[in-house]
């Protein structure tokens, strides 16, 4: 079992940066591969980028690539998603969530199966 808790949401302005924290908690938390996803009002939840369980490796949506940025921390059981230049596109709810992994890659497609509750970002002037 795995808890996930998002922190770090709130409102900036156009062109503005935001970071936002993942605690990830449970048995062997660092065995996981985590996923950024957000979901706007009306709209599907689509994926933003994710992180191996080693740190290795990174995937981005091409909407957030070159402007978001993945890391964790692995001895603060931490994911962090570091958002600079952001737009009013990229307001929405942010969640992170994980699946366990045996190898060193992570997709946002795969089955994500361990979600957090979910932190609002607004992008706004």
């Known amino acids: 079992q795995l808890q996930l808790v998002e922190s770090g949401g709130g409102l900036v302005q156009p062109g503005g940066s935001l970071r936002l924290s993942c605690v990830v908690s449970?048995?062997?938390?660092?065995?996981?591969?985590i996923g950024w996803f957000r979901q706007a009002p009306g709209k599907e939840r689509e994926g933003v980028g994710c992180i191996s369980n080693s740190g290795g490796s990174t995937n981005y949506a091409d909407s957030v690539k070159g402007r978001f940025t993945i890391s964790r921390d692995n001895a603060k059981n931490t994911v962090y998603l570091q958002m600079n230049s952001l737009k009013p596109e990229d307001t929405a709810i942010y969640y992170c969530?994980?699946?366990?992994?045996?190898?060193?890659?992570?997709?946002?497609?795969?089955?994500?199966?361990?979600w957090g509750q979910g932190t609002q970002v607004t992008v706004s002037s």
């Open positions: 449970g048995f062997s938390p660092n065995y996981y591969n």
């Open positions: 969530a994980g699946i366990g992994s045996l190898f060193d890659l992570c997709q946002l497609s795969s089955p994500y199966n361990y």
